[in-house]
């Protein structure tokens, strides 16, 4: 039983161990040549295609369900006005009409976002600033109407960041894909031909 021990403490001690200059398999000494650096920054910018196109995905699919929110909220003010209770605070203060022309405006900022982030041109980032100036004007509506209730009221402060904070968003994740892809663009640039002598 000692013996079966040893071995497998060892055993595992081998595959613990740091590599040793003498390991052909981790030979760093030699550069790599143009093809397996090629093919390097191939699976790199296939990697970052992937990627790219998954978190643009899922950020529209959040404003997608946001805007779907937001169409059953101008719905239930349409059909029934003042039922849902973050509309029954502006009762006093709006028509009907002004609170569902500001979430429909807010489902126009938020499909400008969309288009921003899921479209892939020279400027689907113009989109997205689109998309925040509409933003910037909703926000200035609802927090003009927000403090001249009785109460300012924090549960309903969605409205007027809502969709702000979605064009911010994607801003910021267009922003960071766009730096990775710099940074595969510059490892592209950076590659060397290596010549044996």
Wanted: charged share 20%.
């Amino acid at each position: 039983m000692k013996k079966l021990a040893r071995k497998w403490r060892n055993s595992q001690q081998n595959k613990l161990s740091l590599p040793t200059h003498g390991d052909p398999t981790l030979d760093d000494s030699r550069p790599m040549d143009t093809q397996e650096q090629e093919e390097l920054v191939r699976s790199l910018e296939r990697s970052h295609a992937q990627q790219s196109r998954l978190w643009r995905r899922v950020f529209a699919a959040l404003l997608s369900c946001y805007i779907l929110f937001l169409l059953y909220s101008i719905f239930q003010q349409a059909s029934s006005p003042w039922e849902l209770r973050y509309h029954a605070y502006f009762m006093e203060e709006l028509y009907p009409w002004m609170s569902i022309t500001a979430d429909w405006v807010a489902v126009l900022a938020c499909s400008f976002a969309m288009k921003g982030i899921l479209h892939e041109s020279m400027h689907h980032r113009r989109w997205i600033w689109y998309s925040w100036f509409t933003g910037l004007v909703l926000a200035i509506f609802w927090l003009y109407y927000m403090f001249r209730l009785p109460s300012f009221r924090w549960d309903v402060i969605w409205l007027p960041f809502g969709p702000l904070g979605g064009a911010a968003i994607c801003l910021y994740v267009d922003h960071l894909l766009a730096e990775s892809s710099e940074e595969v663009k510059k490892l592209r640039g950076y590659m060397y031909a290596y010549k044996a002598s």
